[in-house]
């Protein structure tokens, strides 16, 4: 595993800044990346955090604090870029190559026998970041700031900064403040990854030579994440593959999010509550149905739903196990982790651990906690998080 201390003080990559991070920003980042782990989300994992009396000035003075990442590797897709851009020296193109060469020695050995080496990295690193990304969209999780910078090439989730999960659902959500265009909101973040990949892509014109094969080999990425995505909401739903009623899965899983989206209801509690749906009485589904606004609507789709578990046989106990065991009961939302970072501001870390031991087993009751699992405060609308949060 290679490790990183984050926020531990200038080094060549600053680029002029302090080199340090805040508290807030760290303790996201020690809960998130470990919470993600728990939610079995690819990720760079957090060893430690250690606060500081130093200070950091981002949009007011802050402490600040250290956190110590560990992954198998911190390679990014703009590592490739940096020397791609200045492939035009022989130093610099041998960079390159020795880079995609080590990266395959160390990651990927297994494509060492191929023809084209570089062109089987492309396409596995494609196909890594096709999954990740239904991994996110299914969890309802934001990353706030997908620059290519940002984007492993081992597919990891990484740098979490402005990050979020989805509350009320809104495909359009945005959880980066200073994202004003909405460049990364949840329902643009696959497209933006294909637009990452392309970049990568581009920089591995001077190792691959042919732009038929660099494109070639990102084309199987649309069909993995089409495919992961629509497994994940399958199972989301306790829908099996594999019967002649699965073949209108898509459907039934788009018109649930059309209704989600218009009325408004909160992403995980819904997914959690889905468990409990009982096919064959529907007066049984009172507390699934309250969180829509329009019920008929709601009425209509759970009509269907009904009859697609009728048609695999589906029996309602071992449905709720599966889809129980996939979403979570307990995610870090904004508030949470919010009330965490002001205690610890305080010198009390105490909330920070009581929230990264309930963040191991997100998928269990836990009824002692049951409150942190509860719909957000109205005074959460009004968070905003940004690049140093």
């Not at 396409?123 to 969209?137: D, I």
């Not at 509690?269 to 969180?291: E, K, P, Q, V």
């Amino acid at each position: 595993m290679e490790v990183q201390l984050k926020g531990a003080g200038e080094t060549p990559c600053s680029r002029g800044g302090d080199g340090r991070a805040v508290l807030r920003s760290s303790i996201r980042e020690y809960l998130r990346s470990e919470a993600m782990h728990a939610l079995s989300v690819t990720t760079t994992r957090a060893l430690d955090i250690v606060g500081s009396a130093l200070p950091g000035r981002r949009e007011t003075l802050e402490t600040a604090a250290v956190v110590t990442r560990v992954a198998p590797s911190f390679l990014r897709f703009d590592h490739f870029e940096h020397f791609a851009h200045f492939a035009h020296t022989a130093e610099n193109q041998a960079a390159l190559k020795a880079l995609a060469d080590a990266s395959i020695a160390r990651y990927f050995p297994a494509l060492q026998s191929g023809r084209s080496p570089d062109t089987a990295l492309l396409q596995e690193v494609a196909s890594r970041t096709a999954r990740l990304m239904a991994q996110w969209q299914s969890l309802g999780f934001c990353h706030g700031v997908m620059n290519t910078d940002n984007m492993s090439l081992l597919g990891l989730t990484s740098d979490y900064g402005p990050f979020g999960f989805l509350d009320a659902f809104d495909p359009g959500h945005i959880c980066n403040h200073s994202d004003h265009e909405g460049r990364y909101a949840w329902a643009r973040q696959p497209n933006v990854a294909f637009w990452n990949l392309h970049a990568l892509a581009q920089a591995f014109m001077p190792l691959i030579g042919d732009s038929h094969a660099a494109l070639a080999a990102l084309e199987p990425c649309k069909a993995a994440y089409a495919q992961a995505m629509l497994a994940a909401w399958r199972a989301k739903l306790g829908l099996r593959d594999g019967v002649p009623a699965a073949s209108g899965d898509q459907a039934l899983i788009d018109e649930l999010l059309c209704r989600m989206a218009a009325d408004g209801t909160d992403f995980s509690i819904c997914f959690r509550r889905m468990a409990g749906f009982d096919s064959r009485s529907g007066a049984a589904n009172t507390a699934l149905r309250d969180l829509f606004i329009d019920r008929a609507a709601f009425d209509a789709w759970a009509g269907l739903y009904t009859a697609r578990l009728q048609a695999e046989h589906s029996i309602d106990t071992e449905r709720a196990l599966r889809m129980n065991a996939v979403n979570p009961k307990y995610v870090l939302r904004n508030h949470l982790a919010e009330a965490a970072v002001e205690r610890a501001r305080e010198g009390d870390f105490q909330e920070v651990q009581r929230l990264q031991q309930l963040l191991q087993r997100p998928f269990d009751e836990q009824p002692e906690h049951a409150a942190q699992a509860g719909f957000p405060p109205a005074w959460a609308q009004q968070l905003e998080i940004s690049c140093s949060s």
